[in-house]
């Protein structure tokens, strides 16, 4: 289970910073992706991180803005979001994968992750 918290509503320039805390004892085991999806359009590739957090993957719209992290030891994963945009306003969604060949080819793509948290709002105000 992934249960997202952090989302609220910020002013264009703000900054703030989602979790993802996974229950049981093998978070260590997932590799962990963020998505995101606007009203009316399909969901996105944000961000991904590897199982140890040495790899991490950006969308090239945040890039130099959000920052992915993960604690292991708390069974965590992170969003920094800063210098946040309008076009950042979006329900965030974390998810898990387990499926070490395919994620590292394919990190930003649905089909690596098994694993979905019901995701939080981020609203970015101009």
């Known amino acids: 289970q992934l249960v997202e918290s952090g989302g609220g509503l910020v002013q264009a320039g703000g900054s703030l910073r989602l979790s993802c805390a996974g229950s049981?004892?093998?978070?260590?085991?997932?590799?962990m992706g963020w998505f995101r999806q606007a009203p009316g359009k399909e969901r996105e590739f944000v961000a991904a991180?590897?199982?140890?957090?040495?790899?991490?993957y950006y969308a090239d719209s945040v890039k130099g803005r959000f920052t992915i992290s993960r604690d292991n030891a708390k069974s965590t994963v992170y969003l920094q979001m800063n210098s946040l945009k309008p076009e950042d306003t979006a329900v965030y969604s974390c998810?898990?994968?387990?499926?070490?060949?395919?994620?590292?080819?394919?990190?930003?793509?649905?089909?690596?992750?098994?694993?979905w948290g019901q995701g939080t709002q981020v609203t970015v105000s101009s």
């Open positions: 049981g004892r093998t978070f260590f085991s997932f590799a």
């Open positions: 991180i590897s199982w140890t957090g040495d790899n991490t």
């Open positions: 998810a898990a994968s387990p499926k070490e060949s395919q994620w590292w080819v394919a990190y930003s793509d649905y089909d690596p992750y098994d694993y």
